[in-house]
């Protein structure tokens, strides 16, 4: 016990990284339990928009929306989302896919859609970054009013 303590004294360093990693590590797998919306890559998306009568909502910001978004995507900033839930209210039990940019706010976006009663909610995985780099189509049509 004594080398253990003399280890941990001498690489304290080490240690507390190896700890903050456990954390986050312990922290993310939390995370994912507790998570009530799934995660779909884009190749299972545009199959779950072909099977199924889904819509996608684009929570990005208006000058990322129009340098490209999928088609039909409603474009809704995560800012706005919750004001702006009566717009997606005929689609409460339809399967609704969310994307961003790279996945950082789709997250939010999905915990407010689900909170609010969407049945089946998804989080497109890495967002348009991963849409793109499958080669996916985009749109930069603006969306109708």
């Known amino acids: 016990m004594d080398r253990l303590f003399e280890f941990i004294g ?3 360093i080490m240690v507390a990284a190896t ?9 993310d797998l939390v995370e994912t339990l507790m998570r009530k919306h799934k995660l779909v890559t884009p190749a299972a998306a545009v199959a779950l928009m072909n099977t199924e009568d889904s ?3 684009d929570v990005r910001e208006l000058h990322e929306f129009s340098e490209g978004h999928i088609e039909n995507a409603h474009h809704i900033p995560l800012g706005k989302i919750e ?3 009566y717009e997606l ?6 399967p609704v896919i969310v994307t961003c940019q790279s996945g950082t706010r789709a997250p939010q976006a999905c915990g407010k ?3 609010a009663g969407f049945g ?3 989080e497109l995985q890495g967002g348009m970054v991963a849409w793109e780099e499958q080669k ?3 749109s930069r049509k603006r969306q109708k009013k």
Not at 19 to 27: C, F, G, N, T, Y
Not at 89 to 94: I, R, V
């Open 10 to 12: 001498n690489h304290w």
């Open 136 to 138: 996916l189509p985009i």
């Open 113 to 115: 859609l689900t909170k």
């Open 19 to 27: 700890v903050i990693v456990a954390i986050l590590l312990l922290q």
């Open 55 to 57: 819509i996608v909502i």
């Open 120 to 122: 089946e909610v998804y």
């Open 89 to 94: 209210e005929a689609h409460k039990n339809a």
């Open 83 to 85: 004001e702006r839930l």
